[in-house]
Each structure stands twice: as structure tokens, then as C-alpha cells.
């Protein structure tokens, strides 16, 4: 490949140490400066959306993806013949936002097969453009999809992951989940973040109403895996706060029953 000028540490960081996925390098693929993402969760470690974007073709300036493919043979280069658990798509932003990101995807893959052939190539996404067709073929292509969420209600999706205009509600998101879980086939993991709020007037998602609207959405997509967690980082709203192991322990629990099996898994 062409030698691109860039710092492969603008792209491409790790390994680190993930609680849910191990030892995972992380590349990072919109790359506008500051988060790009078509959510701004009020629980984001990495502080407020700064473009706040519905889809790809709002995006200006994506990183091209010679670029991050560049970025990512230089950083597996080194770790060749090391353990790596991960390579993980994720980063200050929604990875699906970039324009070609199936290009980029494939890409990956097959610098993965050359550097650590039995590392899987996973994603963290929102979800929020699984009905598009291009990225659902991206998707599908991958070892294993993890994708947020966090809420069943509408309402709720609006406080919690503040959407960007554009984004499909709640119930369309979820409908695309479980499409892709059957094309996926046990590669689909569902990512909670569970919290609670220290300002009245806002909401959370950790009660019993709203556990038992999530359960009855991850009832419906079916996943291989839920990953249940709290607050580990400064949160982007300040009235924010992590719930105790009990409480992880309780949902998980719950969602055990809901669909029947051991499918939730709780990360402290």
C-alpha cells in the first residue's frame, strides 16, 4: 500500500484494555475533528456530539479509506503474531457514518487475514443506520456486531441518546436489529449502558418501566449476547450516575427470563 501522511495514532489506537471485548485495537473511521455521531448520549465518555448527523452524506470531509487502511496495516504490522482478542471499529464517533464504510470494512478484513487471521474484526454502533442497505451488507460482513441500546420507548430514546434529526424511531431501529440478527446468525450482541439520574426532572433508564420495555425489545431482535453496564468514565451531563451491581444483577435477571436463556452478561 501507498504511504499516506498521517499519524496511524489518529486512526488507529490501542491495544487497550476493553471490559466487554479484551485486548482490542481501535480504529477510529469518520474522522472529522471533534465526535461525529448520530446520537449524543447523555452518558458519552467522549463529552457532546460536536456534528450531530443523521446519515453519511451529512458527514464533510470523511477520512478516505486508503487512508485508514494505511493506518491499520502500520499498527498490526508490529502486533503480528501477538494476542490480540479484538480489532474494533469504534472510536470518538458512529463508525457507519462514514460514506464507504463497507470499502472499508472489507479492507480491514483482509489486512486481518494477512497480519492475525483469528482476530475478529467487530463493530461498536448506535444502530441508528442499520435500515440502510449499504451498511447492513457492511455489517454483515463483520465476526461480531455490538449495537446500543439502551431504552425501548421513544421517549425515552429522545432523552437518553438524543437522536439527530433524521434518525428512525425507536421501534424501526429495533425492527432492523432483528433483521440483521437472522443474517447475522449468533453474531449480534446487544450493548446497555444502565444509569440513573440525580436531577428530578430528568430521565433515566434503570426503573422498572423502562427495564421492562428494553426487555421486551431484546425480546424481539433475539440477540446472541446482552452486555449489561454502567457508568466508568465522566459522563457528557453532569446529573448522570452509575447504579450499583445489584441493580446490573436485577436486569440481567429479568431479561434471562424474558427470552428464556442465560443471554445477559453483567461488566462491572
Sequence with gaps: MKKVNRKVGEIVYGPVRSRRLGSSLGIGVVGQEGKTCSFDCVYCQYGQTVHHVACPEMVSDPLSPETILVAVEQALLP???EHLD???FSGNGEPTLHP???TIVQGVLEIRDEYC???P???L???SLVLDPSVRRALEALDRIVAKLDVGDQELFCSVNRPADGVPPIVDIV???GELNREARGRLVLQTLIFESTDPCRMDNWKEQAVEQLGERIYQIDPAKVQLYTIARAPSERYVAGVEAQVLESIKGKIDRKLGRDVATVYH
Design 121 to 123: 474484526v467487530d463493530m
Design 86 to 88: 479484538s480489532i474494533t
Design 175 to 177: 425492527g432492523g436489529l
Design 125 to 127: 454502533t448506535n444502530a
Design 100 to 102: 464507504q464504510i463497507r
Design 79 to 81: 502486533l503480528k503474531g
Design 117 to 119: 487471521p483469528t482476530t
